[in-house]
């Protein structure tokens, strides 16, 4: 179909170069509606609750305590059962280690609790065998580190139980009096002690991996209040380091303390009663084993508590005077139930999905459905398509428009993809045809149908099908467009498409 080009080539103006201020509002608006939805998306995981005025916590939001598995105590009858166990500790292999006060002896089983062997050997001097073995921890090379209040000394086996070698004082008077009692190993390797070998210093000692004293600090005290005289210690059961933080439960002062590694103290969290031995899990709940109250208490590491479980008793799930706890890799909680003769095992119940409270104000409602906003925001702001013809092309670039195209990033030209070849290492107005322009399939059964309904060749039926999927098409050619038009397909010559995509006007202004 023929085109008098020359006629309307004339009229067109430059293209427009404002600022498309509407569209970097459109731009922000999105941006704060996407980091209010992100922030409701965190606010919701930390508060189980949108963030929304009026809506408050209620009963069903509180966290599921644990629930109680099973225990292991050891082969029944056996001088091999648990007799008082006092400390507890779970390896990366998955062995429980577990002080026995009694027997005097570091009992060894599987997490499902079927024994394994004891460790009880030294080579101490004169000394033998353990004299009172307190607590257990394994560091991450799998040596299990025993404190032995009694000969005053941390002990470290192997793995499988051979002795290696102990952990004291450098200096020699001190070592004869000291009395290592909780431990714990920061990411460095290195070990963490608390000494009540003095009725008038209880304190805090770290050792490198080596052996040699790094640090220590604090002082014995008892206090009238749980906020009393941060530093001063009465028994320091238990003791955890995670990235730079020192967690010390100050057992007869009824409280855990809160230091940096270098002694510094930050705060107290106030407990239910006696705080022993403690542990924390990978979401820094911190889990703390209390021997007066016979249950054990989990904490955030900023002092809220969040559950407790136990209780006074002989039952499965009862305490009678609980002192250590220790997690595995599945985050089961270990305890020491010293008079009940076992080591408790609990775990956290499977996660019920919360449904958060219906808003039910305006301002309620408003806010919750504003992220919706942000569905015709997307659209505005979507990767604009065109299909084009040659002669379209070639009557912009005589306007010298094409350039103007090509800077249109958010805008992509298409061209059927069996079209492409056509314009592969050609020029128009100093723009690279195959770098301006994008080859799209098409279904070949929607041609055929086209082919079918209204009479076109087949190309001609693949450019609409191309044109119908992109919603707009760029031709001269009038019959072209006309047929476009009857599909549904918004249809603009060169001199339509400047005057609405480029802003220009005839006469060449503005």
């Known amino acids: 179909m023929a085109h008098d080009v020359q006629r309307e080539r004339e009229p067109f103006g430059k293209a427009d170069s404002g600022t498309p201020w509407k569209k970097i509002v459109a731009l922000l608006v999105l941006l704060a509606l996407l980091a209010a939805a992100l922030y409701s998306v965190y606010y919701y995981n930390v508060h189980r609750r949108l963030p929304v005025p009026g809506i408050v916590r209620t009963a069903e939001d509180v966290v599921a305590p644990p629930q109680y598995l099973y225990s292991i105590s050891g082969p029944q009858g056996s001088p091999d059962a648990l007799a008082e166990p006092w400390g507890v500790s779970v390896s990366a292999d998955d062995l429980v280690y577990v002080t026995d006060g009694v027997a005097n002896v570091v009992r060894v089983y599987n997490v499902d609790g079927d024994y394994q062997f004891s460790i009880s050997a030294i080579s101490d001097g004169e000394r033998t065998e353990l004299g009172t073995p307190v607590y257990v921890q394994v560091n991450t090379l799998g040596e299990v580190h025993v404190s032995d209040r009694r000969h ?5 086996f192997t793995a499988d139980g051979d002795y290696l070698r102990k952990i004291v004082p450098a200096d020699p008077e001190e070592a004869a009096v000291w009395g290592p009692l909780a431990m714990a190993f920061d990411e460095d390797g290195n070990l963490w002690v608390t000494d009540v070998g003095r009725t008038d210093l209880h ?15 604090g002082r014995f005290g008892r206090v009238e209040q749980v906020t009393d005289s941060p530093g001063l210690f009465d028994f320091p059961n238990g003791i955890h380091v995670r990235d730079g933080v020192v967690y010390v439960s100050d057992s007869n002062n009824r409280r855990i303390q ?8 930050e705060y107290f969290i106030r407990t239910s009663g006696t705080p ?26 900023t002092g809220e508590r969040i559950a407790g479980f136990g209780g006074p008793g002989v039952g499965p799930g009862q305490f009678r005077y609980t002192n250590d706890l220790a997690l595995d890799q599945r985050t089961r909680i270990f305890l020491t139930d010293r008079v009940n003769h076992q080591v408790q095992v609990w775990g956290w119940p499977e996660p019920i999905p919360v449904v958060p409270p219906v808003p039910e104000t305006p301002t309620q409602w408003a806010l919750c459905l504003a992220p919706l906003l942000l569905l015709p925001l997307l659209l505005l702001l979507r990767r604009r398509r065109f299909a084009v013809t040659e002669d379209f ?5 005589a306007a010298d428009l094409i ?20 314009y592969e290492g050609r020029e128009l107005g100093g723009v690279s045809l195959d770098e301006l322009l994008t080859p799209e ?6 041609a055929r149908d086209l082919m079918d309904r209204i009479g076109v060749e087949h190309r001609t039926a693949v450019l609409l099908v191309v044109a119908k999927r992109a919603k707009t098409l760029c031709t001269q050619d ?4 006309v047929a476009g038009r009857a599909l549904g397909i918004d249809v603009y010559d060169a001199r339509l498409f400047a005057e609405k995509f480029l802003k220009t006007r005839e006469g060449g202004g503005r």
């Open 203 to 217: 304190q805090v000692i770290a050792f490198d991996p080596q052996g040699n004293e790094i640090r220590r600090f």
């Open 152 to 156: 005053r000394a941390v002990y470290v």
């Open 403 to 422: 350039v103007a195209m090509a800077g249109k990033k958010r805008w992509k030209w298409i061209v059927p993809a069996d079209e492409y070849s056509r």
């Open 276 to 301: 022993r031995g403690i542990d924390m899990d990978e979401e820094a709940r911190l889990y703390v084993a209390d021997a007066l109250a016979h249950q054990a208490d989990v904490y955030r590491a």
């Open 441 to 446: 399939a098409h279904s070949e059964s929607d």
């Open 258 to 265: 809160v230091f940096t590694q270098e002694g510094q103290f």
């Open 478 to 481: 009038r019959g072209l467009a």
């Open 393 to 397: 092309l070639e009557e912009m670039a």
